[in-house]
């Protein structure tokens, strides 16, 4: 008799996957990478604040998540202050050079399913290479945050990890191997690029046997010690800017010397959202998501749900639809789909005295343009590609514009001030995340580490719907009944979900945890 068998869904992992909490009443920083946390921390245990290892901590990214950030990136932070009911945001997103030029996109006729499904651009000009950069205003924002909020350490204090990580490398493990062999095909078209990512014109990959090594990203250390010995404005107006502005003019792109002198970080309050009772939720306005975020808010303010069942994820991917069809009219994405990647990264940061700092930083794509400018080692972003090429759309490639993206940084306050910090990676996944992560903890009761591990669901789009496996079977049914849904697991590969990570504060303390299938985030309490 032969035996019935159909080859069930195939399934990337057969394990379960924790993460552990952190907590303490002297301050903590969650990261993506554990080696960045543990440079914030560092900050805070010698008298810097939050704002202080929020900076010190995204200086060390570039170093150690060049994929995700760095000095050629942009990003927004909330810095939200012990016994205050409002924050403060600092934007220092992103701005198209002065010389931008729409001509210079010319459409193939096609769709990309890329980031963002825009119509195809010859050579995709506008995903990688010089044309696809803009002003890249992170060092702007990581230096103004400590400027304007930090207890007044000197930069050249805050980043020495960072120079310390630059110097020692990049670990060659497997997950450098796996993300850089995601760009290895655009990264060989650059020669810095290749020479730095793709030794022998493969991708770096770790020790059969035995602990990872370390390799160079090219200049990186060298400019992180000129910053420090010249200052952060060196960056846009001195030698480093000199080094930028003349290695893209050699590559034919848009951005100027005048671009980065006249970079700035913008401080401004931060958008109030109502959540229930005395919780008011802190975004970051603008063209950011979180004016949708507030939409979603108040949908679902509607529902009285015990807790997140069928009925509560079958409102919640109804309200993310709509949500979505209103964010994305008129922007000629409503068709967009997400890669399997994730190309930004989340912080979040407190101090003793209960001051948190959510910051949302990227690259944009998954190592930006990637082109690394060989002067300064610094990798650039392509954040050209947030906007729509299609001259005319309310989105469109135009001088100075600004483009709507999806970054979400988030604080919440009660009676007392700053409750939670949290925030995501992730592209357009990040708004469901971060919607999930404040109802688990905010109205469902769970503690952050059973927040971080309970399955969610995305809607990135007013059509269809992804779903963890592990979610209830009713659960699924429901979602399913809408149309369009698709089953998946949670892995660190494919990235079907965002990443958040949060921090909460407690009786005596704060309690954090970063992402569960990010293999080098963690939460780091200072002692």
């Known amino acids: 008799m032969a035996i019935a068998y159909a080859p069930p869904p195939f399934a990337t992992q057969h394990w379960q996957v924790t993460k552990p909490v952190a907590r303490g009443a002297r301050g903590m920083v969650v990261s993506q990478s554990r080696a960045a946390a543990e440079a914030g921390v560092a900050v805070l245990e010698a008298g810097g604040n939050a704002a202080d290892a929020a900076a010190a901590t995204a200086f060390a990214l570039a170093a150690m998540e ?68 803009v002003i890249p205003s992170a060092v702007a924002g990581y230096a103004t945050l400590a400027e304007r909020f930090g207890a007044g350490l000197p930069l050249a204090e805050l980043l020495g990890p960072a120079i310390a990580l630059a110097k020692r490398g990049l670990p060659q493990d497997w997950y450098t191997t796996l993300k850089v062999a995601n760009s290895a095909k655009v990264l060989r078209l650059y020669p810095e690029s290749a020479r730095i990512y793709l030794p022998d014109g493969l991708p770096p990959v770790a020790p059969y046997q035995g ?88 949908e679902m303010a509607k529902l009285d749900s015990a807790a997140p069942d069928a009925a509560w994820f079958s409102a919640l991917a109804r309200t993310l639809r709509g949500a979505y069809a209103e964010r994305l009219e008129g922007l000629g994405a409503a068709t967009a789909v997400e890669p399997s990647e994730t190309c930004t990264t989340h912080l979040t940061v407190v101090d003793a005295e209960g001051n948190m700092v959510a910051m949302t930083t990227t690259l944009l794509s998954s190592m930006g343009s990637r082109v690394v400018l060989p002067g300064s080692g610094v990798l650039m972003n392509n954040g050209m590609m947030w906007f729509d090429p299609r001259p005319g759309s309310a989105n469109a490639i135009r001088p100075g514009a600004r483009p709507l993206c999806n ?49 969610r669901i995305d809607v990135s789009g007013p059509d269809g719907a992804t779903a963890d496996r592990r979610l209830p079977a009713d659960v699924l049914a429901a979602l399913e009944a809408q149309g369009g849904l698709t089953v998946v697991e949670h892995a660190v590969l494919p990235v079907n979900f965002a990443c958040p990570n949060l921090i909460r504060r407690e009786e005596g303390g704060h309690v954090g945890i970063s992402d569960v299938m990010t293999p080098w985030s963690a939460a780091v309490a200072a002692h």
């Open 66 to 133: 060049p994929w995700n950030s760095g000095l050629g990136g942009i990003g927004f932070a909330l810095i939200h202050k012990a016994g205050q009911r409002q924050a403060e945001l600092l934007d220092f997103g992103p701005v198209a050079p002065a010389a931008s030029d729409p001509s210079a996109f010319p459409m193939t006729g096609n769709m990309k399913q890329d980031l963002f499904a825009w119509p195809e651009v010859e050579g995709d000009r506008n995903i990688h290479g010089p044309l696809s950069m």
């Open 407 to 455: 970054m979400c940084p988030v604080t919440v306050s009660d009676a007392q001030g700053p409750l939670m910090a949290l925030g995501a990676s992730g592209g357009r996944r990040i708004l469901a995340s971060v919607v999930q992560m404040l109802a688990f903890t905010l109205d469902f009761g769970m503690s952050p580490e059973e927040a971080a591990h309970f399955p």
């Open 211 to 298: 602990a990872p090594g370390f390799f160079r990203l090219g200049r990186l250390a060298d400019t992180l010690e000129r910053l420090r010995d010249a200052g952060w404005r060196d960056f846009y107006q001195g030698e480093v800017a000199a080094s930028i502005a003349a290695d893209v003019k050699a590559m034919g792109g848009f951005l100027s010397a005048d671009d980065l002198r006249n970079c700035q970080a913008r401080i401004r309050p931060a958008l109030s959202i109502p959540w229930r009772g005395d919780i008011v939720l802190q975004g970051a306005g603008g063209l950011t998501a979180a004016p949708t975020l507030a939409r979603v808010v108040a």
